[in-house]
Each structure stands twice: as C-alpha cells, then as structure tokens.
C-alpha cells in the first residue's frame, strides 16, 4: 500500500524526491523525539532539582529538551537521504569563527557542568578562594558564573572556569572550627601565670568556644620587645561572627586586670662617657 501511494505522491525537497511513506515516518520519529526530550526533561526535573539551585536546574532542563530534538531532527534528515554537506561545509567554517569568539563562553559552560557535577561548593556554603583574594557566602551558580556575597553585603561575579581552575578552600563540611590568635606578654611577667590568666578568661567570658578540644596556649617566639603566646581555640562554625568581635578585648581585658604588661616595641640605648 505505501509503495503505491508513494508511486502518486512524492515531493520534491531540498532537491530530494520523497515518498509520502517517508515523510510519515520522519513527522512519528520527529513528534517521538518530542516526546522522549518531555520525558527526560521531567525526569531530571524530578531527580535532580532538588540538590541543584532553579536557575541552574532550568538552564539544563532546556539543554537536554532542546538538545534531544535537535538530534532527532539530525537523524531524521540523515536516514532520508539529504545531503547535508555542503550544509555543513559552511556551518564549520561559521563555527570556527563563532568558536574563537565564544572561546570563554564555552568554557564557562562545561566548567559550570562540572562544578554542579563534582559539587566542591554548593549555595549557601561559605568559601575562600585565595587567589582571587575571595571569602564570602555562595548564592547561586549558575551555568556561566559563580555569585558570591562578601561578608561587606557586596555580592561578586565570578567566571565559572576561574572558580573551577582555582583552590577552593570551604567551611562548611565539618561542624568545627579552630582559630588562633597571637599576644606579646613583657619578659617580666610569668608566662604560666599569663597562659592560666588567658585560659580562665576564655572558659568564663567566651560561651561560644568549645571546651573540648580545650584551648591551647604556647610560647611560639621571644621577640625583640616580647614573649609571643598564640592562643587556639575550637568553636562551633555558626558562632564565626559572635567569636571574632570578642576575642582580643577579653584576652587584652585579662591581662590588664591581672597586671600582666602587653609591651610596646622599644630599644635600650647605653650611653657610655669616656
């Protein structure tokens, strides 16, 4: 039957001859292609979405939708025979062209791909990317850039090759964080004496700071003008903010109160009369 209606139905495109046969089967692969890119699209909506951010998750929806169709359409032309050579011919040179002026653009692209499939930061996580001199808070990635917010309130752009070539140093994956900070103390005054001042003040007057692992205290230089203690503590990671604004006035307020000197720099001249 389709060898006869092709015998009185055959259309002339692109320079090709078709059968009505033909043509039928090309339109059920083309709304089949359709269809299978609906499906796919809903099935990472409903897989995926959840760990990624919605703009993010949209961006590669339409990728797979589009993408599939256009493979379809692809397979489709091919299989009926069309010469797509000289088509192609010239969408490589055109391509080439394109392809150096979107160099960046591209590859932006597959490292946004990539940082959502290795996951090394994710929104709402807190990073440091040391050469760009970077710490803030992640608000979205999406599928050419990485928006950060700067603990100033300023928000930044990042390319996405940039943070995926770069060392990226993140805070949230463990519960604890220590920190350290550094204090002279006068040759004069006892350095043990000064160690337990500094502790007992850090056990009642910081709430924030854990006590176990309990605070480290040690002598690490005897300077010009002092002996150097630096002081490590173990906090909880969301006590960040509430741990900083307090530290040095309550180890300075110690040390004052317990009349432990915190030396400036000075020399000692001798002047000798001969």
Known sequence: MFEFLDSIYTFEILGNSFGLSMIVTSIMFIVAGFIVAGVVKTIFAKKFTPSLSEHTSKNVGKLLYYGIIVLTFLIVVTSAGVDLSGLLVAGGIFGVVIGFATQSVVSNLFSGLFLMIEKPLKQGDTVEIPEMDVLGTVLDITMFSTILRKFDGTTMRIPNDKVFTSRIRGFNPTQARRTSVSVGISYSSNTKNAIKTIKHAI????????????????????????????????????HWGKIYPQLRDVIKSSLDANGIEIPFPQRVVKIHNN
């Open 203 to 238: 056990k009642h007057n910081l709430e924030y700071v854990l006590q176990k692992p309990e605070p480290e205290i040690h002598v690490t230089d005897l300077a010009d003008s002092s002996v150097n203690l630096e002081i490590m503590m173990w906090y909880h990671r969301e």
